[in-house]
Protein backbone atom coordinates (compact mmCIF):
# COMPACT_ATOMS: atom_id res chain seq x y z
CA UNK A 1 0.00 0.00 0.00
CA UNK A 2 1.47 3.20 -1.23
CA UNK A 3 1.66 5.97 1.43
CA UNK A 4 1.39 9.41 1.29
CA UNK A 5 4.99 10.26 0.49
CA UNK A 6 7.69 7.92 -0.88
CA UNK A 7 9.70 6.36 1.75
CA UNK A 8 12.65 8.40 1.26
CA UNK A 9 10.67 11.76 2.08
CA UNK A 10 8.71 10.02 5.15
CA UNK A 11 12.65 9.56 6.56
CA UNK A 12 13.18 13.07 5.75
CA UNK A 13 9.68 14.32 7.62
CA UNK A 14 10.52 11.73 10.57
CA UNK A 15 14.19 13.77 10.81
CA UNK A 16 12.40 16.95 10.99
CA UNK A 17 9.76 15.85 13.63
CA UNK A 18 13.12 14.69 15.55
CA UNK A 19 14.98 17.58 14.80
CA UNK A 20 12.38 19.93 15.76
CA UNK A 21 11.47 17.42 19.42
CA UNK A 22 7.87 17.35 18.05
CA UNK A 23 7.35 14.95 20.94
CA UNK A 24 4.76 14.64 24.11
CA UNK A 25 7.96 15.76 25.99
CA UNK A 26 8.99 18.64 23.72
CA UNK A 27 5.87 20.30 22.87
CA UNK A 28 5.08 20.44 26.56
CA UNK A 29 8.35 22.04 27.77
CA UNK A 30 7.64 24.20 24.71
CA UNK A 31 4.40 25.19 25.63
CA UNK A 32 4.21 24.54 29.56
CA UNK A 33 1.98 21.76 31.22
CA UNK A 34 -0.87 24.22 31.66
CA UNK A 35 -1.29 24.85 27.96
CA UNK A 36 -1.17 21.38 26.93
CA UNK A 37 -3.93 20.60 29.33
CA UNK A 38 -5.99 23.19 27.83
CA UNK A 39 -5.32 21.98 24.32
CA UNK A 40 -7.15 18.93 25.80
CA UNK A 41 -9.81 20.81 26.23
CA UNK A 42 -9.82 22.72 23.29
CA UNK A 43 -8.43 26.01 24.46
CA UNK A 44 -5.45 27.14 22.43
CA UNK A 45 -4.71 30.31 24.06
CA UNK A 46 -1.93 28.87 26.13
CA UNK A 47 -0.46 27.65 23.07
CA UNK A 48 -0.72 30.35 20.96
CA UNK A 49 0.81 32.52 23.46
CA UNK A 50 3.78 30.18 24.53
CA UNK A 51 4.20 30.15 20.09
CA UNK A 52 3.63 33.74 19.55
CA UNK A 53 4.78 34.07 15.78
CA UNK A 54 5.48 37.53 16.26
CA UNK A 55 8.24 37.11 18.79
CA UNK A 56 11.20 36.50 17.22
CA UNK A 57 12.29 34.05 19.61
CA UNK A 58 9.22 32.00 18.85
CA UNK A 59 10.08 31.36 15.13
CA UNK A 60 11.95 28.45 15.71
CA UNK A 61 10.96 25.06 14.18
CA UNK A 62 9.02 23.31 17.29
CA UNK A 63 6.52 26.35 17.37
CA UNK A 64 5.90 26.53 14.14
CA UNK A 65 5.05 22.78 13.89
CA UNK A 66 2.86 23.40 16.80
CA UNK A 67 0.79 26.03 15.50
CA UNK A 68 0.73 24.40 12.22
CA UNK A 69 -0.66 21.07 13.14
CA UNK A 70 -2.01 21.40 16.22
CA UNK A 71 -3.59 24.53 16.38
CA UNK A 72 -4.54 24.57 12.79
CA UNK A 73 -3.18 28.15 12.20
CA UNK A 74 -1.79 29.40 8.55
CA UNK A 75 1.73 30.18 8.70
CA UNK A 76 4.09 32.01 6.37
CA UNK A 77 5.55 29.65 3.25
CA UNK A 78 9.12 30.02 4.29
CA UNK A 79 9.03 29.09 8.11
CA UNK A 80 6.48 26.13 7.26
CA UNK A 81 9.83 25.23 4.79
CA UNK A 82 12.20 25.51 7.25
CA UNK A 83 10.51 23.43 10.27
CA UNK A 84 9.83 20.71 7.30
CA UNK A 85 13.57 20.73 6.39
CA UNK A 86 15.02 18.38 4.85
CA UNK A 87 11.72 17.12 3.58
CA UNK A 88 11.33 19.93 1.13
CA UNK A 89 8.08 22.10 0.84
CA UNK A 90 6.90 21.49 -2.80
CA UNK A 91 6.88 17.61 -1.62
CA UNK A 92 4.87 18.43 1.91
CA UNK A 93 1.95 19.87 -0.86
CA UNK A 94 2.33 17.57 -3.35
CA UNK A 95 1.64 14.98 -0.98
CA UNK A 96 -0.85 17.06 1.02
CA UNK A 97 0.37 17.61 4.59
CA UNK A 98 0.45 21.25 3.75
CA UNK A 99 -1.47 23.53 1.48
CA UNK A 100 -1.70 26.86 0.06
CA UNK A 101 -4.41 29.38 2.25
CA UNK A 102 -4.68 33.21 2.14
CA UNK A 103 -1.25 34.22 2.00
CA UNK A 104 0.93 31.73 3.69
CA UNK A 105 0.29 27.30 4.32
CA UNK A 106 -1.72 25.70 6.66
CA UNK A 107 -1.89 22.04 7.55
CA UNK A 108 -3.81 19.83 5.37
CA UNK A 109 -3.82 16.91 7.70
CA UNK A 110 -3.33 15.64 11.21
CA UNK A 111 -0.04 15.41 12.39
CA UNK A 112 -0.46 14.41 16.19
CA UNK A 113 1.35 13.07 18.82
CA UNK A 114 0.09 9.86 20.43
CA UNK A 115 1.96 8.22 23.16
CA UNK A 116 1.10 4.60 23.41
CA UNK A 117 0.41 1.77 26.38
CA UNK A 118 4.68 1.30 26.48
CA UNK A 119 5.31 4.88 26.85
CA UNK A 120 6.70 5.55 23.01
CA UNK A 121 5.56 8.62 21.63
CA UNK A 122 4.32 7.97 17.73
CA UNK A 123 3.18 10.44 14.93
CA UNK A 124 -0.01 9.54 13.79
CA UNK A 125 -1.24 10.86 10.42
CA UNK A 126 -5.39 11.28 9.86
CA UNK A 127 -7.47 14.09 8.04
CA UNK A 128 -8.15 17.52 9.98
CA UNK A 129 -11.43 17.13 12.38
CA UNK A 130 -14.51 19.23 12.66
CA UNK A 131 -12.85 21.30 15.03
CA UNK A 132 -10.19 22.80 12.91
CA UNK A 133 -11.59 22.26 9.27
CA UNK A 134 -15.58 22.48 9.57
CA UNK A 135 -17.52 20.14 7.72
CA UNK A 136 -19.19 18.26 6.41
CA UNK A 137 -16.45 15.60 5.95
CA UNK A 138 -15.70 14.16 3.02
CA UNK A 139 -17.07 10.57 2.73
CA UNK A 140 -13.81 8.61 2.35
CA UNK A 141 -12.62 10.81 6.18
CA UNK A 142 -9.82 8.97 7.88
CA UNK A 143 -10.54 9.39 11.69
CA UNK A 144 -7.90 10.36 13.69
CA UNK A 145 -7.56 9.38 17.65
CA UNK A 146 -11.14 10.16 19.19
CA UNK A 147 -12.45 9.02 22.20
CA UNK A 148 -13.46 5.15 20.58
CA UNK A 149 -9.90 4.71 19.59
CA UNK A 150 -8.47 5.06 23.13
CA UNK A 151 -11.04 3.29 24.55
CA UNK A 152 -10.44 0.22 22.82
CA UNK A 153 -6.46 1.01 23.17
CA UNK A 154 -6.94 0.80 27.09
CA UNK A 155 -9.36 -2.37 27.21
CA UNK A 156 -6.94 -4.47 24.77
CA UNK A 157 -5.07 -7.10 26.35
CA UNK A 158 -1.72 -6.34 26.49
CA UNK A 159 0.18 -9.68 26.75
CA UNK A 160 2.83 -10.90 24.13
CA UNK A 161 1.71 -12.14 21.23
CA UNK A 162 2.95 -14.15 18.14
CA UNK A 163 0.60 -12.40 15.38
CA UNK A 164 -2.29 -9.22 15.61
CA UNK A 165 -4.96 -8.12 13.53
CA UNK A 166 -6.29 -4.69 13.26
CA UNK A 167 -9.82 -5.09 11.21
CA UNK A 168 -11.00 -1.69 10.35
CA UNK A 169 -7.37 -0.02 11.26
CA UNK A 170 -8.32 3.53 9.88
CA UNK A 171 -5.42 6.28 10.53
CA UNK A 172 -3.53 2.80 12.19
CA UNK A 173 -3.42 3.92 15.92
CA UNK A 174 -4.76 0.43 17.03
CA UNK A 175 -1.82 -1.20 15.00
CA UNK A 176 0.62 1.20 16.53
CA UNK A 177 -0.38 -0.09 19.75
CA UNK A 178 -0.29 -3.46 19.22
CA UNK A 179 3.43 -3.37 17.76
CA UNK A 180 4.31 -2.86 20.95
CA UNK A 181 3.19 -6.33 21.98
CA UNK A 182 2.80 -8.64 18.56
CA UNK A 183 5.88 -9.68 16.48
CA UNK A 184 3.69 -9.49 13.29
CA UNK A 185 0.80 -6.94 12.70
CA UNK A 186 -2.04 -7.19 10.02
CA UNK A 187 -4.30 -4.19 9.38
CA UNK A 188 -7.27 -4.35 6.95
CA UNK A 189 -9.64 -1.66 5.83
CA UNK A 190 -12.43 -0.92 3.38
CA UNK A 191 -11.04 2.25 2.58
CA UNK A 192 -7.66 2.56 -0.15
CA UNK A 193 -7.25 6.24 1.54
CA UNK A 194 -7.26 4.70 5.23
CA UNK A 195 -4.41 2.41 4.57
CA UNK A 196 -2.41 5.36 2.44
CA UNK A 197 -2.60 7.03 5.71
CA UNK A 198 -1.84 4.00 8.35
CA UNK A 199 1.18 3.20 5.87
CA UNK A 200 2.28 6.26 6.11
CA UNK A 201 2.00 6.28 9.92
CA UNK A 202 3.85 3.08 9.86
CA UNK A 203 6.67 4.28 8.11
CA UNK A 204 7.05 7.36 9.82
CA UNK A 205 7.42 5.38 13.01
CA UNK A 206 9.82 2.68 11.49
CA UNK A 207 7.71 -0.08 11.49
CA UNK A 208 6.32 -2.42 9.24
CA UNK A 209 2.72 -3.53 8.70
CA UNK A 210 0.86 -6.28 6.41
CA UNK A 211 -2.17 -3.62 5.12
CA UNK A 212 -4.82 -5.10 3.15
CA UNK A 213 -7.78 -3.87 1.85
CA UNK A 214 -10.96 -5.60 1.94
CA UNK A 215 -14.15 -5.54 4.20
CA UNK A 216 -13.87 -6.91 7.76
CA UNK A 217 -11.98 -10.36 7.73
CA UNK A 218 -12.58 -10.84 3.93
CA UNK A 219 -8.31 -10.00 3.44
CA UNK A 220 -7.21 -12.52 5.62
CA UNK A 221 -9.83 -15.51 4.77
CA UNK A 222 -8.30 -18.81 6.15
CA UNK A 223 -5.60 -17.31 8.56
CA UNK A 224 -5.56 -17.29 12.33
CA UNK A 225 -4.22 -14.98 15.12
CA UNK A 226 -3.55 -14.78 18.48
CA UNK A 227 -5.07 -11.16 19.19
CA UNK A 228 -8.01 -9.28 16.87
CA UNK A 229 -9.01 -6.07 17.65
CA UNK A 230 -11.34 -3.54 16.00
CA UNK A 231 -12.96 -0.43 16.01
CA UNK A 232 -15.45 -0.87 13.42
CA UNK A 233 -17.73 1.76 11.61
CA UNK A 234 -20.64 0.48 14.44
CA UNK A 235 -22.98 3.34 13.60
CA UNK A 236 -26.50 2.27 13.61
CA UNK A 237 -28.82 3.08 10.55
CA UNK A 238 -30.71 1.63 7.74
CA UNK A 239 -27.58 0.20 5.85
CA UNK A 240 -26.35 3.49 3.79
CA UNK A 241 -23.18 4.36 3.42
CA UNK A 242 -22.35 8.16 3.94
CA UNK A 243 -18.71 8.27 5.98
CA UNK A 244 -16.72 5.17 5.42
CA UNK A 245 -15.35 5.59 9.06
CA UNK A 246 -18.69 5.08 10.66
CA UNK A 247 -20.97 3.39 7.70
CA UNK A 248 -20.60 -0.03 6.96
CA UNK A 249 -23.38 -0.47 5.07
CA UNK A 250 -25.16 -3.06 7.15
CA UNK A 251 -28.22 -2.61 8.59
CA UNK A 252 -28.76 -2.25 12.78
CA UNK A 253 -26.19 -3.60 14.29
CA UNK A 254 -25.57 -5.98 11.65
CA UNK A 255 -21.76 -5.58 11.39
CA UNK A 256 -20.85 -6.07 14.94
CA UNK A 257 -22.78 -9.32 14.94
CA UNK A 258 -20.74 -10.37 11.82
CA UNK A 259 -17.81 -9.39 13.58
CA UNK A 260 -18.65 -11.60 17.18
CA UNK A 261 -19.27 -14.84 14.77
CA UNK A 262 -16.09 -14.32 12.80
CA UNK A 263 -14.09 -14.48 16.12
CA UNK A 264 -14.16 -18.77 15.53
CA UNK A 265 -12.65 -18.77 12.11
CA UNK A 266 -9.83 -15.95 13.37
CA UNK A 267 -8.66 -16.91 16.75
CA UNK A 268 -5.97 -19.35 17.30
CA UNK A 269 -6.40 -21.68 20.41
CA UNK A 270 -6.91 -19.16 23.51
CA UNK A 271 -6.89 -15.82 20.97
CA UNK A 272 -8.60 -12.92 22.28
CA UNK A 273 -10.83 -10.57 20.16
CA UNK A 274 -11.85 -7.10 21.26
CA UNK A 275 -13.86 -4.86 19.42
CA UNK A 276 -16.08 -1.65 20.21
CA UNK A 277 -19.81 -2.32 19.28
CA UNK A 278 -23.16 -0.52 19.07
CA UNK A 279 -26.57 -2.47 19.60
CA UNK A 280 -30.02 -2.32 19.36
CA UNK A 281 -32.69 -1.83 22.22
CA UNK A 282 -35.74 -3.59 20.77
CA UNK A 283 -39.21 -2.84 22.06
CA UNK A 284 -40.35 -5.91 23.74
CA UNK A 285 -36.94 -7.51 23.09
CA UNK A 286 -34.17 -8.69 25.77
CA UNK A 287 -30.88 -6.75 24.34
CA UNK A 288 -28.86 -8.98 26.46
CA UNK A 289 -29.84 -12.36 24.90
CA UNK A 290 -29.92 -10.67 21.72
CA UNK A 291 -25.65 -9.89 21.56
CA UNK A 292 -25.09 -13.27 23.63
CA UNK A 293 -26.66 -14.76 20.57
CA UNK A 294 -23.78 -13.22 18.65
CA UNK A 295 -21.03 -15.65 19.73
CA UNK A 296 -23.51 -18.62 19.93
CA UNK A 297 -21.22 -21.15 17.84
CA UNK A 298 -18.02 -19.62 18.23
CA UNK A 299 -16.54 -21.48 20.63
CA UNK A 300 -15.56 -18.39 22.55
CA UNK A 301 -15.99 -17.57 26.34
CA UNK A 302 -16.82 -13.77 26.29
CA UNK A 303 -17.79 -10.97 28.29
CA UNK A 304 -20.05 -8.30 26.86
CA UNK A 305 -19.80 -5.23 29.01
CA UNK A 306 -22.53 -2.09 27.50
CA UNK A 307 -21.48 1.20 29.00
CA UNK A 308 -23.51 3.91 27.64
CA UNK A 309 -26.97 4.07 26.02
CA UNK A 310 -28.85 6.45 24.48
CA UNK A 311 -32.02 7.22 22.76
CA UNK A 312 -32.36 7.37 19.03
CA UNK A 313 -33.05 11.09 18.78
CA UNK A 314 -29.61 11.98 20.82
CA UNK A 315 -28.30 8.95 18.87
CA UNK A 316 -29.30 10.97 15.62
CA UNK A 317 -27.86 14.10 16.30
CA UNK A 318 -24.83 13.06 17.82
CA UNK A 319 -23.90 11.44 14.66
CA UNK A 320 -24.77 13.99 12.41
CA UNK A 321 -23.19 17.01 14.39
CA UNK A 322 -20.03 14.47 14.19
CA UNK A 323 -19.47 14.69 10.74
CA UNK A 324 -19.83 18.38 10.93
CA UNK A 325 -22.65 18.69 8.55
CA UNK A 326 -24.78 21.65 8.37
CA UNK A 327 -28.86 20.71 9.81
CA UNK A 328 -30.87 18.92 7.90
CA UNK A 329 -34.09 17.75 9.52
CA UNK A 330 -35.87 15.86 6.95
CA UNK A 331 -32.90 13.30 6.61
CA UNK A 332 -32.98 13.30 10.51
CA UNK A 333 -36.79 12.51 10.58
CA UNK A 334 -35.75 9.66 7.80
CA UNK A 335 -33.06 8.35 10.09
CA UNK A 336 -35.42 8.54 13.21
CA UNK A 337 -38.52 6.88 11.41
CA UNK A 338 -36.66 3.78 10.74
CA UNK A 339 -35.52 3.44 14.30
CA UNK A 340 -39.49 3.58 14.46
CA UNK A 341 -40.14 1.17 12.20
CA UNK A 342 -37.75 -1.32 13.77
CA UNK A 343 -38.70 -0.96 16.90
CA UNK A 344 -35.93 0.26 18.45
CA UNK A 345 -36.01 2.27 21.60
CA UNK A 346 -32.62 2.88 22.72
CA UNK A 347 -28.58 1.82 21.26
CA UNK A 348 -26.38 0.73 23.69
CA UNK A 349 -22.82 1.37 23.11
CA UNK A 350 -19.74 -0.92 24.62
CA UNK A 351 -17.26 -3.26 24.20
CA UNK A 352 -16.50 -7.40 23.08
CA UNK A 353 -13.79 -9.38 24.48
CA UNK A 354 -14.08 -12.94 23.14
CA UNK A 355 -11.65 -15.38 24.10
CA UNK A 356 -11.22 -18.46 21.80
CA UNK A 357 -11.73 -22.34 24.09
CA UNK A 358 -13.11 -24.42 22.27
CA UNK A 359 -15.35 -25.69 25.28
CA UNK A 360 -18.15 -27.51 24.70
CA UNK A 361 -20.07 -25.09 27.37
CA UNK A 362 -18.32 -21.28 26.51
CA UNK A 363 -19.03 -18.86 29.21
CA UNK A 364 -20.72 -15.88 28.51
CA UNK A 365 -21.16 -13.03 30.49
CA UNK A 366 -23.09 -9.52 30.23
CA UNK A 367 -22.48 -7.02 32.18
CA UNK A 368 -24.01 -3.62 31.81
CA UNK A 369 -21.42 -0.92 33.96
CA UNK A 370 -22.88 2.47 32.87
CA UNK A 371 -22.92 2.89 36.14
CA UNK A 372 -18.97 2.07 36.83
CA UNK A 373 -16.43 4.72 37.29
CA UNK A 374 -14.66 4.34 34.45
CA UNK A 375 -14.69 1.87 31.64
CA UNK A 376 -12.82 -1.33 31.83
CA UNK A 377 -9.25 -1.32 31.24
CA UNK A 378 -7.26 -4.58 29.43
CA UNK A 379 -5.69 -5.37 33.44
CA UNK A 380 -9.39 -5.58 34.44
CA UNK A 381 -10.42 -7.76 31.55
CA UNK A 382 -7.50 -9.95 31.37
CA UNK A 383 -8.18 -10.67 35.42
CA UNK A 384 -12.02 -11.73 34.61
CA UNK A 385 -11.02 -14.58 32.01
CA UNK A 386 -8.48 -15.48 34.48
CA UNK A 387 -11.24 -15.62 37.65
CA UNK A 388 -13.41 -17.24 34.85
CA UNK A 389 -11.35 -19.92 34.19
CA UNK A 390 -10.20 -20.53 37.74
CA UNK A 391 -14.28 -20.80 38.66
CA UNK A 392 -14.69 -23.46 35.39
CA UNK A 393 -11.66 -25.58 37.20
CA UNK A 394 -13.40 -25.74 40.53
CA UNK A 395 -16.95 -26.49 40.52
CA UNK A 396 -17.49 -26.55 44.12
CA UNK A 397 -16.63 -22.68 44.85
CA UNK A 398 -17.66 -23.38 48.54
CA UNK A 399 -14.76 -26.33 49.06
CA UNK A 400 -12.33 -23.34 48.33
CA UNK A 401 -10.49 -20.72 50.92
CA UNK A 402 -10.46 -17.21 50.07
CA UNK A 403 -9.84 -13.36 51.40
CA UNK A 404 -10.94 -9.89 50.50
CA UNK A 405 -10.09 -8.07 48.32
CA UNK A 406 -8.39 -4.85 49.49
CA UNK A 407 -10.26 -1.70 48.87
CA UNK A 408 -13.81 -2.72 49.37
CA UNK A 409 -16.68 0.48 49.90
CA UNK A 410 -20.10 -0.50 51.64
CA UNK A 411 -22.69 2.61 51.45
CA UNK A 412 -25.83 2.22 53.32
CA UNK A 413 -29.21 4.03 53.38
CA UNK A 414 -31.43 4.27 56.13
CA UNK A 415 -34.46 5.78 57.47
CA UNK A 416 -35.49 7.08 60.96
CA UNK A 417 -38.61 5.94 62.63
CA UNK A 418 -38.54 8.15 65.22
CA UNK A 419 -36.99 6.02 67.61
CA UNK A 420 -33.65 4.09 65.91
CA UNK A 421 -32.09 4.22 61.95
CA UNK A 422 -33.24 0.90 60.20
CA UNK A 423 -30.94 0.08 57.15
CA UNK A 424 -33.19 -0.03 54.05
CA UNK A 425 -30.10 -0.73 51.15
CA UNK A 426 -26.31 -1.65 51.33
CA UNK A 427 -24.42 -1.10 48.48
CA UNK A 428 -21.04 -3.14 48.13
CA UNK A 429 -18.50 -1.20 45.97
CA UNK A 430 -15.28 -2.66 44.36
CA UNK A 431 -13.19 -1.53 41.28
CA UNK A 432 -15.92 -2.07 38.44
CA UNK A 433 -18.67 -3.04 40.23
CA UNK A 434 -21.38 -1.88 42.75
CA UNK A 435 -24.28 -4.51 43.83
CA UNK A 436 -27.17 -4.47 46.39
CA UNK A 437 -25.80 -6.94 49.01
CA UNK A 438 -28.09 -8.53 51.81
CA UNK A 439 -26.87 -9.36 55.91
CA UNK A 440 -26.44 -12.89 54.55
CA UNK A 441 -23.44 -12.24 51.70
CA UNK A 442 -21.79 -9.36 53.74
CA UNK A 443 -21.63 -11.86 56.23
CA UNK A 444 -19.81 -14.21 53.78
CA UNK A 445 -17.52 -11.54 52.85
CA UNK A 446 -16.38 -10.34 56.59
CA UNK A 447 -15.31 -14.34 57.47
CA UNK A 448 -13.12 -14.59 54.07
CA UNK A 449 -9.88 -14.23 55.99
CA UNK A 450 -8.05 -17.45 54.15
CA UNK A 451 -8.30 -19.70 57.07
CA UNK A 452 -10.92 -22.07 56.45
CA UNK A 453 -12.78 -23.28 53.51
CA UNK A 454 -16.63 -21.23 52.74
CA UNK A 455 -18.34 -24.59 53.75
CA UNK A 456 -16.82 -24.72 57.14
CA UNK A 457 -17.62 -20.73 57.13
CA UNK A 458 -21.43 -21.28 55.92
CA UNK A 459 -22.06 -24.24 59.09
CA UNK A 460 -21.07 -21.23 61.33
CA UNK A 461 -23.22 -18.70 59.55
CA UNK A 462 -26.20 -21.38 59.28
CA UNK A 463 -26.34 -21.28 63.12
CA UNK A 464 -26.15 -17.70 63.66
CA UNK A 465 -28.69 -16.75 60.51
CA UNK A 466 -30.90 -19.67 62.23
CA UNK A 467 -31.18 -21.29 58.58
CA UNK A 468 -30.42 -25.44 57.96
CA UNK A 469 -26.99 -25.31 56.84
CA UNK A 470 -27.66 -27.19 52.88
CA UNK A 471 -30.23 -23.95 52.36
CA UNK A 472 -28.14 -21.76 53.35
CA UNK A 473 -25.06 -23.59 51.21
CA UNK A 474 -27.38 -23.64 48.28
CA UNK A 475 -28.03 -19.94 48.68
CA UNK A 476 -24.06 -19.29 49.18
CA UNK A 477 -22.96 -20.93 45.95
CA UNK A 478 -24.23 -18.30 43.46
CA UNK A 479 -23.26 -15.80 45.31
CA UNK A 480 -19.78 -17.23 46.28
CA UNK A 481 -19.35 -17.30 42.23
CA UNK A 482 -20.75 -13.92 41.34
CA UNK A 483 -18.42 -12.59 44.48
CA UNK A 484 -15.37 -14.11 42.67
CA UNK A 485 -16.32 -13.39 38.99
CA UNK A 486 -15.91 -9.87 40.75
CA UNK A 487 -13.12 -9.76 42.33
CA UNK A 488 -14.64 -9.79 45.96
CA UNK A 489 -13.23 -12.95 46.91
CA UNK A 490 -9.67 -13.80 45.96
CA UNK A 491 -9.04 -17.90 46.36
CA UNK A 492 -6.33 -18.64 48.37
CA UNK A 493 -5.24 -21.31 46.48
CA UNK A 494 -4.86 -21.28 43.21
CA UNK A 495 -4.58 -17.38 42.70
CA UNK A 496 -6.51 -15.64 40.66
CA UNK A 497 -6.63 -11.64 40.16
CA UNK A 498 -8.42 -9.11 42.33
Not at 82 to 96: F, H, K, Q
Not at 165 to 172: F, N, R, S, V, W
Not at 427 to 437: F, N
Request: with cysteine; charged share 20%; hydrophobic share 40%.
Amino acid sequence: MNPLLPPDDLLRLREALSAADYTRTGIAARIGPEAVAAVKRGDLRGLLRATNPLDPRDRDPLATLIRLFLAGTTEPAETVARALAPLSLEAAVTAGLVEAYGDGLHAAVDLDVYTGHTGRDYWILSDVDVDTRPGPLRSDHVLGVGNAATTLAQATVRHPVGSALDIGTGCGVQALELSGHATTVTATDVSERALRFAATTSILNGLSWELLAGDLDAPVAGRRFDLVVSNPPFVIGPGTTRYTYRDSGRAGDAVCAELAAAAGRLLAEGGTMQFLANWVHVRGEDWAERVTGWVAGTGCDAWIVQRELSDPTEYVDLWMRDAGETADPARARAWLDWFDAQRIEAIGYGLVTLRRHDRQDPIVRVSDLRAAPRPPTGADITAWFERQEWLAGHRDPLAARYTRAPGLRLTQHATHDGSEWTVDTQVLHHDLWSQEVDPVTLALIDGADGTVPMREQIAVLAAAFDTPEPTLAAMAAPIVTQLVERGVLIPVSGRTPS
